[in-house]
Antibody, heavy 118, light 107 residues
Framework: QVQLVQSGAEVKKPGASVKVSCKASGYTFTSYDINWVRQATGQGLEWMGWMNPNSGNTGYAQKFQGRVTMTRNTSISTAYMELSSLRSEDTAVYYC???????????WGQGTMVTVSS | EIVLTQSPGTLSLSPGERATLSCRASQSVSSSYLAWYQQKPGQAPRLLIYGASSRATGIPDRFSGSGSGTDFTLTISRLEPEDFAVYYCQQYGSSLAFGQGTKVEIK
C-alpha cells in the first residue's frame, strides 16, 4: 500500500543539524510533491516547505529560509529534510506528507521526534 | 501570506450531535484549495476534505465541507465516539498554511 516511512527519533544539541528521511513506497515517488510539517508538543501544525521529487525544485516557508534544505534520492524513493542551527524551539515531531489529493496531503509519514537539548 | 483563523477553539458536544467548525481566511483562497484534517493524540493528521468539499478516500459521508472565498465550514452531521479529535483547516492555493485547530471534545 501507499506509505511514507520516516527515520527514527533524534536528540541533538543546540547549534547542530538534523537530517530526517522519508521513504516512499506503493506509488511512483516522482509523481507528487513531498511536504514537511512540524508540530511542537501540544501545539498546531506548522508547514515548513515542499519539494518536487521529479525536478528537485523546492519552496520553503519564510520562517525557515536559510535553515532548511529539502533533497531527495530518486533511486531509493527517499526524501530528506535537513534543519540546521537547531535551537530548543525546534523540538517537535516532524512529518513528511505527500500531496496527491489535488495538492492536499493524503498520505503522511508516522512522524519523527526531534529533541534539541543541551 | 494567507492567515487562517478557526473557531471555536473548543467545541463541547455529545455523541449524535451535529458539529459545525469554521475556518476564515485573511484573503480569498484560490480555486477553493482548502482542506480539512483530523488528528488524534499520538497520530499523524488524516485528510478528510480537499478542494473545500471533496471527501478523501474512505471518509464517511457524515463529514462534509462547504464554502468558498474566505469562509469555509466543516460539518459532522452526527458525532460518533471516534470523531472526538482536533481538526485543522489548511489552504494550499497560495503558499501554504494551517489554521490553529478546533478541538471537538465530549460534553
Amino acid at each position: 500500500q501507499v506509505q511514507l516511512v520516516q527515520s527514527g527519533a533524534e536528540v541533538k544539541k543546540p547549534g547542530a543539524s538534523v537530517k530526517v528521511s522519508c521513504k516512499a513506497s506503493g506509488y511512483t515517488f516522482t509523481s507528487y510533491d513531498i511536504n514537511w510539517v512540524r508540530q511542537a508538543t501540544g501545539q498546531g501544525l506548522e508547514w515548513m516547505g515542499w519539494m518536487n521529487p521529479n525536478s528537485g525544485n523546492t519552496g520553503y516557508a519564510q520562517k525557515f529560509q536559510g535553515r532548511v534544505t529539502m533533497t531527495r534520492n530518486t533511486s531509493i524513493s527517499t526524501a530528506y529534510m535537513e534543519l540546521s542551527s537547531l535551537r530548543s524551539e525546534d523540538t517537535a515531531v516532524y512529518y513528511c506528507a505527500e500531496g496527491a489529493a489535488d495538492g492536499a496531503f493524503d498520505i503522511w509519514g508516522q512522524g519523527t521526534m526531534v529533541t534539541v537539548s543541551s | 501570506e494567507i492567515v487562517l483563523t478557526q473557531s471555536p477553539g473548543t467545541l463541547s458536544l455529545s455523541p449524535g450531535e451535529r458539529a459545525t467548525l469554521s475556518c476564515r481566511a485573511s484573503q480569498s483562497v484560490s480555486s477553493s484549495y482548502l482542506a480539512w484534517y483530523q488528528q488524534k493524540p499520538g497520530q499523524a493528521p488524516r485528510l478528510l476534505i480537499y478542494g473545500a468539499s471533496s471527501r478523501a478516500t474512505g471518509i464517511p459521508d457524515r463529514f462534509s465541507g462547504s464554502g468558498s472565498g474566505t469562509d469555509f465550514t466543516l460539518t459532522i452531521s452526527r458525532l460518533e465516539p471516534e470523531d472526538f479529535a482536533v481538526y485543522y483547516c489548511q489552504q494550499y492555493g497560495s503558499s501554504l498554511a494551517f489554521g490553529q485547530g478546533t478541538k471537538v471534545e465530549i460534553k
